[in-house]
């Protein structure tokens, strides 16, 4: 029996106009009726996911969230941390240089704001998606207690391809590098990815991986859909996350985390 779904926001549950839709909000309330706990896992802040909490009646006691890729870990209601692993300073010093070298756009997330040397459009787009203030920082000379998240080079789909290509083969052993979306490119701490997220949340339940759901659509989602007794990737899912899959869902507009539910949870009969 599955007693955890761990959900993605962007291209899973919600929907190309980020929205939940009715079917996806009826079959999550239908699991959580059967006891069975429902989390948002999501490369947001959780700030950005707060009105998705409250829609999903999540804000409550004993609910959780997994943030910013599996960096943040904690209780909805009380904002209490399960689990806290950001960057450095240093580490932001040395991708600051990365982008200079590679001409790519730049921006971190701190536990309050989008901070980012110049403004650019996707930088706009993090901070107008999760409804955080979006700043002009200087990077060489940013405030030493400033705390930060997570990194990431933002670009067009087509430069970030060739940025990738060009990243210091080193870097992938000093942190977790992923693919959210296919114009941000993220920097994490090495120890975190939403799997690190789900498991340590599972483990503080007191619930086995193979009691776990995780559905997701991106690259970031891998490390959670591996974990997962039952790893879904989305019908509109990139092709390196269905391979890792252990079932493919409908799309994201054709209510791909209501068919998961129906299906093995429900155990309703679907198409």
Request: proline share 4%; hydrophobic share 40%; charged share 30%.
């Given at each position: 029996?599955y ?9 899973t ?10 079917s996806?909000?009826e ?14 896992a999501?490369g947001r802040?959780?700030k950005g ?7 999903l009646?999540?804000i ?9 890729n599996?960096?943040?870990v904690?209780?909805?209601k009380?904002g209490?941390?399960i ?5 450095s300073?240093?580490d ?8 200079k ?6 921006h971190?997330?701190t ?5 980012t040397?110049?403004?650019n459009q996707?930088?706009?787009?993090e901070?107008t ?8 920082v200087?990077f ?11 990194i990431?080079?933002v ?17 992938y052993?000093?942190?977790?590098i ?14 975190v990815?939403?799997?690190f ?15 776990v759901?995780?559905i997701?659509d991106?690259?970031n989602d891998?490390?959670m859909i591996?974990f997962?007794?039952l790893g879904?990737?989305?019908g509109?899912a ?10 493919v869902t ?6 791909g ?8 949870v429900?155990?309703?009969e679907?198409a």
């Open positions: 029996m007693k955890l779904i761990a959900l993605d926001m962007d291209g549950l919600l929907n190309e106009n980020k929205e939940i839709s009715k996806n909000l079959a999550i309330q239908f699991a959580r009726r059967k006891g069975i706990k429902v989390v948002l999501t802040p959780t996911i707060e009105k998705y909490l409250k829609e009646n999540l409550d006691e004993n609910e959780y969230a997994v943030s910013y599996g960096a943040v904690q209780e909805v009380s209490k941390i689990a806290k692993n950001v960057m300073l240093d932001l010093k040395q991708l600051y240089n990365l982008s070298e590679l001409n790519v756009n730049i971190a997330l536990p309050n704001s989008c901070i040397p110049k403004i996707y930088s706009e787009l901070a998606m999760n409804n955080i203030p979006l700043e002009i200087d060489d000379a940013i405030d030493k207690n400033t705390t930060i998240v997570k990431m080079f670009d067009p789909e087509e430069k970030l391809n060739k940025v990738i290509e060009l990243l210091p083969k080193e870097l052993d000093k942190y977790t992923v693919r959210s979306a296919p114009f941000f490119l993220e920097f994490l701490n090495k120890k990815n939403k799997g997220g789900v498991r340590l949340l599972a483990e503080k339940l007191g619930i086995k991986p193979s009691e759901i995780c997701g991106a690259e891998i490390h591996e997962a007794g879904v990737a989305m509109n990139f092709p390196e996350v269905k391979k890792k899959a252990d079932y409908k799309t994201n507009e054709e209510d985390v209501a068919h998961v539910i129906k299906k093995f429900l155990k309703e679907t």
